[in-house]
């Protein structure tokens, strides 16, 4: 597990006119937390997140806060959902003693026998929320799918991980190999009945969520 190093701030801007203004100069604000600690407001370069979400690898975060480092993971972020900037981040302290919660990407490896068979890989689920000590936490989780077959799938309850629970449903499926013919079949019509036009369902303007 490779650790990353972030100098973070302590940050009193609290109003949304403040904290607009502190990501305008390219700035993030976030909070940290940890068991038995009061929340820490933080702000932080939003350049200095970028190793940490663009990545398909977890890291252990040594979280430097003013003078004081602190070993954490980055347990939440939001994005701006029109520009796609980071716009808040959540740190979680973490003790070597104590278990917590992550999502860990996943990786798939090799080149499925049913794709050659004319199928089509679905990459059902792109990361997987595990629980474990810190120092077994996975960079990532890698699926060989070399002998993946047509029609055949690889669920949660098929990934082992030694020291490592993983948290979701053990029957959700992870990767699977799908024939093509199921999507492009056209509609079988009965006599007299007509092909209907899709519902367009309106979307609502998302709005942002201020702390």
Same mark, same amino acid.
């Given at each position: 597990?490779?650790?990353?190093?972030?100098?973070?701030?302590?940050?009193?801007?609290?109003?949304?006119?403040? *904290?607009?203004?502190?990501?305008?100069?390219?700035?993030? &604000?976030?909070i940290?937390?940890?068991?038995?600690?009061?929340?820490?407001?933080?702000?932080?370069?939003?350049?200095?997140?970028?190793?940490l979400?663009?990545?398909?690898?977890?890291h252990?975060?040594?979280l430097k806060?003013?003078e004081?480092? /602190?070993?954490?993971?980055?347990k939440?972020?939001?994005f701006? +959902?029109?520009?796609?900037?980071?716009i808040h981040?959540?740190?979680? %302290? /973490?003790?070597?003693?104590?278990?917590?919660?992550?999502?860990? +990407?996943?990786?798939?490896?090799?080149? !499925?026998? %049913?794709?050659? =068979?004319? %199928?089509?890989?679905? #990459?059902?689920? #792109?990361?997987?929320?595990?629980?474990?000590?810190?120092?077994f936490? +996975?960079? #990532?989780?890698?699926?060989?799918?070399?002998? *993946? %077959?047509?029609?055949?799938? /690889? #669920?949660?309850?098929?990934? @082992?991980? &030694?020291?490592?629970?993983i948290l979701?449903?053990?029957?959700?499926?992870?990767?699977?190999?799908?024939?093509?013919?199921? !999507?492009s $079949?056209?509609?079988?019509?009965?006599?007299? =009945?007509?092909? @209907?036009?899709?519902?367009?369902?309106?979307k609502?303007?998302?709005? $942002?969520?201020e702390?």
């Open positions: 597990m490779s650790e990353i190093t972030v100098q973070a701030q302590k940050r009193n801007l609290t109003t949304k006119s403040a *904290l607009t203004q502190l990501r305008r100069n390219g700035n993030v &604000p976030g940290f937390y940890s068991k038995g600690v009061e929340p820490i407001p933080i702000q932080l370069p939003e350049i200095s997140l970028k190793p979400v663009y990545t398909s690898e977890t252990i975060v040594n806060i003013d004081q480092e /602190i070993k954490s993971i980055l939440g972020v939001q701006d +959902p029109v520009t796609d900037r980071i981040c959540d740190f979680q %302290g /973490i003790s070597a003693d104590q278990e917590i919660e992550i999502e860990v +990407p996943v990786v798939l490896e090799g080149q !499925a026998k %049913g794709v050659k =068979e004319g %199928g089509l890989l679905q #990459h059902s689920l #792109h990361k997987l929320t595990v629980s474990c000590l810190p120092s936490i +996975p960079e #990532h989780i890698t699926i060989n799918v070399t002998d *993946l %077959g047509l029609g055949k799938a /690889i #669920h949660v309850k098929d990934i @082992k991980i &030694p020291n490592v629970k979701q449903n053990e029957d959700v499926i992870v990767v699977s190999v799908t024939s093509p013919k199921a !999507a $079949e056209p509609t079988t019509l009965l006599p007299g =009945e007509e092909m @209907k036009e899709p519902e367009v369902i309106s609502g303007k998302q709005t $942002e969520e702390e």
